[in-house]
């Protein structure tokens, strides 16, 4: 028998299938007996490679087929970008022209100086601030988009993605990690005879407040219900309160906002009387 020999055939019309088990054909090379696509068909010694042309196309079509989320999404954010592209032009416009009214280096200009030439163009008497005009980049007053969560074939990248939140949930999972660690790292101090840790390590979180719910939606790009920021809150309590939870400060921190210092007087001094009995003060300023 030749070294090489090739072929262009049809596959139900030579061979049937045990003669495909004699030739000891690999699975993955067996043809419908439907299929009437030609092929070729190489033989050296005892082995035979069997390539068709209708598989090739097949896995080219499988490589280019986009799913339609996959579609979907690109639309949405083809969409979103030009959106976004426009309303940054329209802003530089208008800071330009702000800069000329303003007599101010339109290159140099920054936030402060458009919030302070708002203000001094619309001066505004109204007590809710986020009544009054402002000028703010269009990435921080149009929320963020998610980017894919999903490849083009439409498989999500992660494994909660079906959960609906799965950024949510990929905080509550690392909270689950952190608290095992730490209480890993507890055992291992139990070992060592230390019962309880410093106290001058304690982890300290006075000034600072869970951030809102709402900030909690910004920052993970998720829709978060009254259920699951309580949940998230009293996990994170749960974490604080672990003796070693100094450990994870910086996760902790993440999650807290600090409160803005109000100067409060703490000796009032007491009122003045003129000769008549009136009482009166004395300031300065």
């Given at each position: ?5 090739k ?8 061979f ?11 699975t ?9 696509s ?10 035979v490679?069997?390539?068709?042309e209708s598989?090739v ?9 986009v ?20 309303e940054?032009?329209?802003?530089e416009?208008?800071r330009?022209?702000?800069?000329n009214?303003?007599g ?9 100086d458009?919030?302070?030439?708002i ?21 921080e007053i149009?929320?963020?988009?998610k980017a894919?969560q ?18 949510y949930f990929n905080?509550?999972?690392t909270?689950r990690?952190k ?12 070992k060592?005879g230390?019962v309880?840790?410093d106290p001058t ?8 407040q ?31 309160d ?17 409160l803005?210092?109000?100067a ?7 009122l ?13 300023g």
């Amino acid at each position: 028998m030749a070294a090489s020999v090739k072929c262009q055939l049809m596959f139900r019309n030579v061979f049937s299938l045990s003669q495909f088990r004699e030739l000891k054909i690999p699975t993955r090379c067996l043809v419908s007996e439907s299929l009437s696509s030609s092929a070729s068909i190489t033989q050296s010694g005892d082995k035979v490679m069997i390539q068709t042309e209708s598989s090739v196309l097949s896995e080219k079509v499988k490589v280019r087929k986009v799913s339609k989320a996959m579609r979907a999404y690109i639309e949405r954010a083809t969409e979103h970008k030009n959106f976004m592209q426009s309303e940054v032009e329209e802003f530089e416009i208008g800071r330009r022209h702000l800069a000329n009214m303003m007599g101010l280096d339109a290159d140099s200009m920054t936030q402060a100086d458009i919030d302070e030439a708002i203000v001094y163009l619309f001066p505004s008497g109204l007590f809710d601030k986020k009544a009054r005009p402002i000028m703010k980049h269009p990435e921080e007053i149009f929320p963020k988009q998610k980017a894919a969560q999903f490849g083009i074939d439409g498989r999500p990248f992660d494994c909660l993605f079906y959960t609906g939140s799965p950024n949510y949930f990929n905080i509550i999972t690392t909270m689950r990690d952190k608290m095992q660690a730490l209480n890993t790292f507890e055992d291992s101090m139990y070992k060592r005879g230390i019962v309880q840790p410093d106290p001058t390590m304690k982890l300290e979180l006075s000034g600072s407040q869970w951030i809102s719910a709402e900030q909690l939606e910004k920052t993970i790009i998720e829709v978060v219900n009254e259920h699951y920021y309580a949940r998230l809150v009293v996990l994170l309590q749960r974490l604080v309160d672990h003796p070693y939870s100094y450990k994870e400060k910086d996760f902790i921190m993440t999650f807290r906002r600090e409160l803005v210092a109000v100067a409060q007087m703490t000796d009032i001094p007491p009122l003045l009387r003129d000769d008549n009995g009136k009482a009166y003060m004395d300031g300065e300023g």
